[in-house]
């Protein structure tokens, strides 16, 4: 008898430990992405860079996946980043312009408040949210982060070489020898200056200490932590722990700095003990500054950089971490967007995709949990409002092609060039006249495609 009571209490405490470690499992998982400024397509030892070291981001590839063929949803910031947070292409919400191509520190405008952010979503979830680093989506009050779904802002509220003073170094000469009183950039806390010019040769350190807090305040979860860095975006600042330490020179420093970061911030998560139910994403908004030379980054074998709807101005290094979910070492070489992780978002935090608009964006999970492939198959390519080329699996069709400097008008082709990109992923040799059913298939693709947009008036000529 007694020996049956003292099984009963035996099992019931396996119970109950069951019961109590339950909750933990059934979390929402963490959502923490990691989003450079203008870093190419080939700046990362993974990507095959020869000279910058990348052990962090290499260690993150070889613990995760590498995504070959991921797109930034436009090529320069303001408008890869609405996209990134509301999953629709920029021309759906006005975060674009045919004049002015960013925001500025004289913009009236910015993210309207009836676009539904990753944050606001999440948050609505139960989710913590922050977002540590550049925003560049509002500096005013009722566009800033914390209007947007966030509980916490730590950063910059637009590009870092905005609000130059006028006695810098004429043209791009401040650029070379860099001083931080060159631009007078504001550093913000949730919604107010707490330093100007933004002391930006620890900016790279900050973001990162301000980061690892939050995942170890909120390491009881869900959490969602958005984490833009400033850099690689000129000017070039770096610590001194960081100073001439890359055989890439300057911009190579920087990099490795923001190697550094990722590697503290995935510690960070292994330390609080909740790898496994974390998804990190590492992505870039836009390809390489290449006119600036030396301190601009590369894109590798694709063609052109920032500005371009070339492959270099939207082909973006992208790395997903998530141990015991996403196998590690995979490669994902389908076609996948910034514009996924709000699908991606909604489907780990098990929410309903918002049915009043359209969006564009694919859910990423299934691809992510079992390496499978991208449902993707269409990438639509715009500068502004304007659809310049159009991919469907391999190819990609220009309908009209634009340098991103020293080109000041498009070229029109019609019909239009056309690059099979798993070939000839520099864009080099013209299959048009091989293939007119492959430009027949793309045509209806952007008839079908035309009839989604309801272009909204721009926010970035406010
Ligand atoms: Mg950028």
Redesign the pocket.
Known sequence: MMRRYRLAFLLSAVLIGLCSAAPAAQQPPNLIVIFC??LGYGDLGCFGHPTIRTPHLNRMAAEGMKFTQFYAAAP??TP?RAALMTGRLPLRNGMCSNTRRVLFPDSKGGLPSEEITIAEALKAKGYATACIGKWHLGHLPPFLPTNHGFDVYFGIPYSNDMDRIADAPRGREAFWQPKIEYWNVPLMRQTQIIERPADQTTITRRYTEEAQRFIRERRDGPFFLYLPHSMP?VPLFRTPEFTDRSLRGLYGDVIEELDWSVGQVLETVREAGIAENTLVMFTS??GPWLTFDQQGGSAGLLRDG?GSTWDGGMRVPTLAWWPGTVAAGSVCAGLASTMDIFATAHAMAGIELPRDRVLDTHDLTPLLRSSGASTRDTFFYYRAYELMAVRWGPWKAHFMTQAAYGQPKPETHDPPVLYHLEHDPSEKYDVAGQHPEVLEKIRELVAEHRKTLEPAPSQLEL
């Open positions: 400024d203008d320069v910031c890869s975006h908004d836009n920032k």
